[in-house]
DNA sequence: TGCAAACCATAAC
DNA sequence: GTTATGGTTTGCA
């Protein structure tokens, strides 16, 4: 049995699908209505599943890791996500993901570069990311800087500029990272177009 | 700038 | 097997 679970956080919605010890999707939105909207679209639709109110331990270790994310900080990954049934390259575009830090983004074709793929491919992975925002997706941009797409409705584009420049540290200089699928370059939120 | 064509994994037929 | 579809990129006017 899947459990659903959902908490406002800060100004954002923020839903939870875990089953045991494993975490099948998370996700987040303005409103509460979008959001567990979005979580029930990730959990496998024959599956049995039954919303609660109560947390389970699991749960609320991943809510307060959203919650200390939403501030500014970053991720301890001390929890198992459910991506066995997603396919091979989903998976190792998603884990290439994980290593880019607060404060920096990648773009669609610095991502496809070090997964392997093209820059749309890479698109399709981000736009049914089930990890959200833990899995960073909001950090993948267009490759001329300006902010790109972004999931779940209208002003998602506006959330997704929003949670960047929360996530601003000020760095300067483009870097990389590595992964285990090679080196990935990051650039700075800061090269990020205004417009 | 703006538009068309190439790009690559998936989902739907 | 074939076709359509994206959170894209590139080239060329």
């Known amino acids: 049995m899947i459990h659903v679970y959902r908490r406002k956080i800060g ?7 875990v089953e045991d010890e494993k ?9 509460e209505k979008e959001c567990m909207q979005q979580v029930l679209e990730n959990v496998p639709y024959n599956n049995p599943f039954q919303s609660e109110e109560k947390p389970s331990p699991l749960a609320e270790k991943i809510f307060d890791t959203l919650q200390s994310f939403l501030a500014g900080g970053s991720i301890s990954w001390d929890f198992r996500f459910e991506w066995s ?9 998603l884990e290439c993901l994980t290593n880019v830090p607060v404060g920096y983004v990648t ?29 960073p997706c909001h950090r993948v941009i267009k490759a001329d800087f300006s902010i790109g797409g972004f999931g779940g409705g209208k002003g998602s584009v506006k959330l997704k500029r929003k949670l960047l420049q929360r996530e601003d540290k000020g760095f300067e200089k483009p870097s990389q990272v590595k992964t285990e699928c090679g080196m990935l370059k990051v650039f700075p939120v800061k090269f990020l177009r205004k417009d």
């Open 85 to 93: 049934h997603l396919s091979k390259y989903a998976q190792k575009v």
């Open 23 to 31: 975490v099948w999707t998370t996700t987040f939105a303005t409103s």
């Open 107 to 135: 773009s669609y074709k610095a991502l496809a570069e070090t997964a392997g793929g093209g820059p749309r491919a890479v698109g399709q992975v981000m736009a049914s990311n089930p990890f959200a925002p833990l899995v």
């Open 11 to 17: 100004d954002l919605w923020c839903a939870v699908a």
